[in-house]
């Protein structure tokens, strides 16, 4: 962590100033040495800047990574609820789907699982700043002299690393069950789980900065996050809804990442990956933006 | 010099005015008592002389910076031990201190002898590697004071540092302390409402009731104006018998649940 980035960025200035000197003829050379020296000075502190930046970003990030591996009763109960849905639905309406002509389920069901587990992981790692400001912790992080830009999106990356991590051992989970994706989608569905994580860690901060206790948090599990599951073609297909739904559907970020992975892994999109990105990139950066607006304006 | 310089500080939360248009300051080196009944405007006052509230009317002047305005600056310039706990329980000591170092700044090659060093002057070496969950009450206090220190700040903030811990370690904080007030010239700015504390350990002290800062000076100087024998004494005798309608942590709750809620 010691050469973050700025052994690169140096580099880059040398071989810039380099360049310019050589452009140059000799006499003019020498007066024009001390701007380049300033430039260098310039450079270099930015350079300084950016590590500084990178290297708070990065033990925000650890920091979340360590709670996590920490905290093993968190890591089972969050993927517990996606294995009782794979186990119970998978096998439970599996003939079915396959008696409607549907194929296998399992192959249908694996991606909408994966999606649930990071959506719950990334919600509750945004979500985890209710605890901090409990627990005191968050106090410690404002009077730190960072830009609370710098501590949110640090936060938000680490929270979304995790639920990566957690989308990947479901992913290995729904393998033993008798899923069998494309692995050739694999680095495909591997940016679209990145990006859900992104966005519902960014929601995740956005509502714990509005939001005072612990007691509101069921009400956003039962009243938001269950909603957006269920109605996001995660179960089941999306053709054949009644038209409300399938309104409420096309409005529901998370159907786009379902039905981004779900291409990315057996082949079959509905919307097509190009406004699955799309959408998806475009919510998370506004939740981003607004996360951050809310985290700016947080006071102890 | 005056490391803290606060012009007619005012705080108001909807109707409510927290503090009221005080203006007080600190010399540099000193140790500094911030005292008052629960509920008459201490830690609000903390709160803004820290960056972490918005003032509603005058200035802040921290080691010659402007809170409002060069509030990283101010930052880096002291060092708090907030009322509650503040350190990651899911953490080790070490990496408390670690992440504290990181986040103002610190290379590497600089912070792993500090934070040997302060780890060692607090007696929190050996348990370096300990998840912090396990501490006690006092071992955590300990830790967040040498956080506090890590970055070499101006001005210690402590807010109740003492509140809730037994004589022994109590004893030993202010050891710590003074220590480091006479060695390095530290300035203290410190709340208690323990008044042998304050008596024993302030240089100066101001007394801060309903929002208003209503005396100034050295224990001696209280004792004497007020013709009592012992500070707190001179304490009941400036702010009254009666017991307050919010205790703190009542009065707390009731703040936060304004401020979140907005």
New interface residues.
């Given amino acids: 962590m010691d050469d973050f980035g700025e052994g690169k960025v140096v580099r880059f200035a040398c071989k810039s100033i380099f360049w310019r000197l050589r452009k140059r003829d000799g006499a003019r050379l020498e007066e024009n040495r001390s701007s380049d020296l300033s430039v260098l000075q310039k450079i270099l502190l930015q350079a300084n800047l950016t590590k500084n930046f990178m290297k708070t970003i990065y033990i925000l990030w650890l920091r979340q990574l360590k709670r996590y591996t920490r905290s093993k009763q968190r890591m089972f109960a969050s993927l517990a609820q996606p294995i009782l849905f794979l186990l119970a639905f998978g096998f439970g309406f599996g003939s079915v789907f396959a008696k409607a002509g549907e194929g296998n389920y399992m192959q249908f069901l694996a991606s909408g699982i994966i999606c649930m587990a990071i959506m719950f992981t990334a919600v509750f790692s945004g979500i985890e700043i209710i605890w901090d400001k409990q627990f005191g912790f968050l106090k410690e992080t404002l009077v730190a002299p960072v830009s609370r830009f710098n501590i949110m999106l640090g936060r938000t990356l680490g929270g979304a690393t995790v639920a990566v991590i957690q989308g990947i051992i479901v992913l290995l989970i729904t393998l033993l069950v008798g899923f069998r994706p494309m692995w050739s989608g694999f680095f495909l569905a591997f940016i679209f789980m990145f990006l859900l994580s992104l966005f519902f860690t960014a929601f995740g901060t956005m509502l714990a900065s509005k939001l005072d206790d612990m007691q509101s948090f069921p009400l956003i599990i039962n009243f938001l996050v269950m909603p957006l599951f269920f109605l996001s073609g995660a179960l089941f297909p999306l053709t054949g809804l009644p038209g409300v739904f399938t309104t409420i559907v096309r409005f529901n970020p998370l159907s786009y990442a379902v039905d981004g992975i779900r291409g990315a892994l057996t082949g079959t999109t509905s919307f097509g990956f190009g406004l699955d990105a799309l959408v998806l990139t475009a919510v998370t950066l506004i939740c981003l933006w607004i996360g951050a607006e809310f985290f700016k304006r947080i006071q102890a | 010099m005056n490391i803290i310089d606060v012009k007619n500080l005012t705080k108001k939360f909807g109707d409510l005015v927290a503090v009221d248009d005080i203006s007080f300051s600190v010399k540099e080196g000193e140790i500094f008592a911030f005292l008052g009944p629960n509920g008459a405007g201490k830690s609000t006052s903390i ?1 803004m002389l ?5 003032l509603t009317h005058g200035t802040v002047r921290l080691n010659n910076f402007d809170v409002v305005h060069q ?3 101010t ?2 310039s ?1 060092g ?1 031990v ?1 009322q ?8 080790t000591a070490y ?1 408390n201190m ?3 170092a ?4 610190q290379q ?1 090659s600089l912070y792993k002898p500090r934070i040997e060093e302060l780890l060692k002057l607090v007696d929190l070496w050996d348990r370096r590697d300990s ?1 912090t969950k396990d501490f006690s009450g006092g071992m955590k206090r300990r830790l967040e004071i040498a ?1 506090g220190l890590l970055h070499h700040p101006r001005v210690l903030f402590l807010d109740e540092p003492t509140l809730g811990l037994d004589p022994q370690t109590r004893n030993h904080i202010w050891t710590y302390i003074q220590n480091l007030n006479k060695k390095e010239g530290l300035t203290v700015f410190f709340t208690t409402h323990y008044m042998e504390e304050a008596d024993k350990n302030a240089d100066r002290v101001a007394v801060i009731d309903n929002g208003k800062i209503i005396a100034t000076g050295t224990p001696a100087e209280l004792k004497i104006n007020t013709k009592t024998a012992t500070l707190e004494d001179a304490f009941l005798a400036l702010t009254g018998k009666e017991i307050r309608e919010e205790s703190a942590g009542a009065g707390n709750s009731k703040l ?2 304004r ?3 907005r």
């Avoid at chain 2, 820290?50 to 918005?54: G, P, Q, R, W």
């Avoid at chain 2, 990181?102 to 700044?105: A, D, F, I, P, S």
């Fill in positions: 709160k820290t960056t972490l509230l918005d509030p990283n600056e930052r880096k002291f708090i907030f509650d706990p503040s350190i990651d329980t899911e953490l990496e670690e992440f504290h990181v986040l103002y700044g590497k998840l956080r936060h649940g401020l979140w809620g």
